[in-house]
């Protein structure tokens, strides 16, 4: 499996509060990207990332940010979080070295968060 | 973006083959159909790609008509284990951060 590992793996906090979620990569990929799941919508995108400092919104970007300092670590910030964040978030990365690599994602196992 | 329509749910029996359909019929030129597979509190798992005919591994096979218009993801004498969420993704190089999933299709492995 693809070296991704996300931070926290669950989490409870309080409405109001800022939580940062961390997914960090050893493989080198360029690409890397933040979802939710949640019943009833599957997987929808929230972030992604093309590169170091380079990242553009997703189909749910609102009350979201993103940072990536690194090429190995891409953060998601909720900067006030709401009880509709409540969720499970899978961090993505794809881009290897193999030509067409970047249509092939390989996901983390996940954070759930509650937020009350 | 292409967008993509596959069944809802699924059911079958261990040892049978299973054909998921999806639907694509705004593919473009350059894009790729990518299917994923994800178990119950897991993120989902890259089973196989294609861009046209047929595409084999050890774990699936990818059967795509000359039209692109759909494809069939073909899992051979499924068991328990292979009950999941199956969704097919349709992509190209140009739009790699717009890898949008659907709903995906709950396959029901029966014993």
């Known amino acids: 499996d693809a070296g991704i590992t996300q931070s926290p793996r669950h989490k409870v906090t309080e409405t109001g509060t800022p939580v940062t979620l961390r997914c960090h990569q050893t493989?080198?990929?360029?690409?890397m990207y933040w979802y939710r799941q949640d019943p009833g919508h599957g997987l929808r995108l929230i972030h992604y990332?093309?590169?170091?400092?380079?990242?553009d919104k997703g189909e749910v970007s609102d009350g979201y940010s993103v940072s990536r300092s690194k090429t190995e670590d891409f953060l998601l910030t909720l900067e006030s979080a709401t009880s509709s964040q409540t969720s499970v978030y899978f961090c993505a990365i794809s881009g290897g070295p193999l030509q067409g690599s970047e249509l092939t994602q390989y996901f983390g196992p996940g954070t759930r968060l509650l937020v009350l | 973006l292409a967008k993509t329509t596959q069944p809802i749910s699924m059911d079958s029996y261990e040892g049978q083959e299973v054909n998921i359909t999806c639907s694509h019929n705004?593919?473009?030129?350059?894009?790729?159909i990518t299917w994923y597979q994800q178990f119950p509190s897991q993120g989902p798992r890259f089973i196989i790609q294609g861009y046209k005919t047929k595409v084999t591994n050890e774990v699936a096979s990818l059967f795509i008509p000359a039209d692109r218009k759909s494809s069939t993801l073909s899992l051979p004498r499924v068991s328990l284990s292979d009950t999941a969420v199956y969704y097919c993704?349709?992509?190209?190089?140009?739009?790699?951060?717009?890898?949008?999933f659907g709903q995906g299709t709950t396959l029901q492995v029966k014993p």
């Open positions: 493989e080198n990929h360029r690409y």
């Open positions: 993704l349709v992509a190209g190089s140009g739009n790699t951060g717009k890898l949008i």
């Open positions: 990332s093309y590169g170091v400092k380079d990242t």
């Open positions: 705004n593919i473009a030129t350059n894009d790729y």
